[in-house]
């Protein structure tokens, strides 16, 4: 029946054929992988007032067309709109394949971006563009800290390194637009280098499921994902301006994106955050004022079959450490803490002194991609990535305005992946990936290197499976392999060598000895297994439920293997260990979600088995012209990390809303018996959410409560201290966490039309809204100072 | 495929070729204090009395070596004259001429212990007319035993009450150098 249906239309068009305006087009559109028919496909001939939508098998016919050069372009709600060129003089039959993708390629609602998810098992979070918008001031562990179970590890409130489920630093994989951030992860106090405005939409991952960005997230994965150019000819762009109170800071941050309907885009981005000295409720953090200026810019061509992207951005920021956390010896740390305020106040200024960070990062990448009918998209990616970070202490002499640490990090990666998707149901990713790593610590800092040179070398492959095993199950499983060398110079003081017993385990690595120190040219290969197994469970159109199994295994870093010398803002001496060897985790995760009508939630248990956990424990006291330290040094222990989050929300009409999470989690040190350092206090918070369509107004008061953290090792130590004169045993209580804190926020928005295309948001907030004096376990400031009073802020956003 | 694997091994050989193997130079400290010596010379002649306090490997695990040469006498005045010096290089660097330039952001502190029945006050002054410490007069009175602690504090608040007289109680600033001696006033 149906070849005698074209038959007759094939036979009309014969005889049509005279006529000017009466082609018809027709045929077929089709998934471009599969070959699938698409449903629902609306074609349209560019210019022209004829249109068309396919049926069931994915037909359609359109009719009355002229004969000479037209614009075809189909859309379909799970597709990227395309564009096809095509020259008709008789009528023609002609089959369109669009990019289908329903799996992949998950609507996010707030945006109306494309949002994929990174595993399917495993547990994430992701934050939308709105929430990044708030926080455009702040930094990413700011923003990232409305997720629940991922909590943030300060210095100070400048310095915001983001904490997954327990674990952070290394242990946490930072994605940049598909690049893995290089930048000296390792330090407690290296924030990560990017700016949180270049990102649309950051994901979570809480473990080690998403692979193919690394096997060693034995924390997690964070992955921000810039703006997606849409394939049509548009150009839009944002601009939004912050003024605060608390630190008179000010910030202003601008995107533009330009996209043609040929699939060229071209997208900038650019940051410029200001601010000087904040303060507590009772007095001034002197010192910790910041400036920073970022921009990134990107372009591109996303066609069907084939494309790529070249990026770059830039990271440039000037961090204030506060001047009442730079001590000189325990006697000083002692003042510190028994003291209720800091030890230097000065004046207000914007200025930024030492001790601060100054710190650039440059990211380059080009990525092209290209795909295979009936097969996949095989994409290759490069990346240079260029890290120079500069410390500043106060120093004395010539030396004064010399940095005490200059580090220049480069990093290359290069990196396939062959995505095989032209089966329905399974869905596979192949991998590889090489890079090479120099880091220089540059000599004229005049201060013995805290971390080496060192040349760094990796190769790795992967492979991932997505299967859909029906439509309610899927299963996915991967296995990735990380070959990791490491290949330092480092100068160790010959008194050093012989206290740490290298002489005798490696007196072969040893290069040339001079008086007082000698030179070691360490060089050791990990090999690195990591795997991740799970299956997501649609229990009903209102319960899904998740159960992963991974493991990661991570590789000493070279703060942990070299680190030997002096902290200034803990007063410790902080020791690495050349026999510490990888680590490797275990964790299971098990995540449940629902949605009935007005109440939604998510669950998400864990535990996470960790053997040869890399910490860093207090090893007796050292003597030194400034009194005794007390000596810290890396030690491998079998760990164990348990815990939940949980997330709530409550709509109790078309105004009002509560939105509740809470997380908590235990660590453990096995070996010892003892609670883990430095594990998140429980927290809880809860947001209540007045909105109104008129003017999409919001007003929204959020409590944030953190208990007090019971479970920590004691640490405590007893040095000798002169006081008045003579040498008092006195003890160094630097182990009890601080009190717990409920603090409120306010916020509140409103659009106003500016004109047709464009509009504007109004946001006033007030954080720390009735100042309350507090101080967090995981701020290493805490022992000097109170953390952050109200801070009122007001934000303007320009949307074009 | 095959090309892509090429280009990697191609690219990986160019990276890990592009950087020789540099050897990096060693680096002795010049801020380092490893060395405090206080010369005190009676005024009136006698024996000079000299307090040492030796950390040859600064911030490594060996522990500072602590000398005096010998007792102090009573009812004596003593000039007092500290210096400090990094002995990690070669000559030793003179670390009190810095502190000296830098008068304004440094002041020593001496604090006598146990049963030392003796006073010491300032001799010289920094471009605010406020104390360094580099000079100063140390006057026994009675036999006795005890202790004097050297303390060099960076950057000090001077107008602190009782800072400009030695008391260190309010001086804020962070510690350079500290060290303890045992003396015996006979």
Known sequence: MKYIGIGIILLMSWISQAQECNITLSGKVTDFHDGNPLFNATLSVVGEDIYAVTDFDGHYKLENICAGDHVIQVSHPDCDTASFNITINSNTQRIFKLEHHIEELKEVTVTGEKFKEETNSGTEQSINQGTIEKYSNASLGDALREISGVSSLNTGSTVVKPVIQGLHSSRVLIINNGVRLKDQEWGVEHAPNLDVNSASNITVVKGAGALRYGGDAVGGVIVTDGRVAPVKDTLFGKTIFNVATNGRGLSATSSLLKAYQTGWYLKGQGTLKYAGDLEAPDYNLSNTGSHEKDFSVGFGLNKFTYGFDAFYSYYNADIGILRASHIGSVGDLIRAINSDKPTYIDNFTYDVNAPKQAVQHHLAKLSVFKRFENAGKLSVDYSYQFNKRQEYDLRRGDDKDNPSLDLELKSHTLGANFLWDSRDNLEANFGTEVSYQDNFPDPDTGIRRLIPDYQMYTAAGYATFDLNLADNWVVDAGLRYDFVRIDALKYYLNSRWEERGYESDFSNIVQSRLDNQLLANPVFDYNNLSGTAGVKYIISDKLVSRFNLSSASRSPNPSELFSDGLHHSAAIIELGDLRLEKEQSYKASLSLEGSFNRFTFGVNPYYNKIDNFIILEPFGVQQTTRGAFPVYQYNQVNARLFGVDVDAAYTFNDNFSLQSNLAYVNGQDLDRDKPLIDMPAPNFTNTLTYSSKWHNLTLALRSQSAFTQTRYPDNDFIVPVPVNGTQVDTKVEISKPPAGYNLFHFSSSIDLPVTNSSNLTLGFYVDNLIDTNYRDYLNRQRYFVDDLGRNFRIQLKLNY | ?186
């Open chain 2, 1 to 186: 495929m095959k090309k892509n694997i090429y280009i990697i091994l191609f690219t990986f050989t160019i990276l890990s070729g592009c950087s020789p193997d540099r050897i990096p130079e060693p680096i002795n400290e010049e801020e380092v204090i490893t060395t405090l010596t206080i010369e005190l010379t009676p005024n009136n002649g006698g024996d000079i009395v000299t307090l040492t306090s030796r950390d040859i490997d600064g911030d490594g695990p060996d522990a500072p070596e602590i000398t005096v040469s010998g007792p102090l006498v009573a009812n004596t005045t003593y000039s007092g004259t500290a210096t400090l010096l990094n002995e990690t290089v070669f000559p030793a660097e003179i670390i009190t001429e810095e502190v000296e330039e830098e008068g304004v952001d440094h002041q020593f502190f001496y604090e006598l212990g146990g049963n030392v029945n003796a006073a010491i006050t300032y001799k010289d002054s920094d471009l605010n007319g406020d104390p360094i410490g580099i000079e100063f007069t140390l006057t026994t009175v009675s036999a006795g035993s005890g202790s004097l602690t050297a303390t060099l504090r960076h950057k000090p608040d001077k107008s602190e009450a009782g800072v400009r007289d030695g008391d260190i109680t309010n001086a804020g600033g962070e510690t350079d150098f500290a060290q303890i001696f045992n003396i015996t006033v006979e």
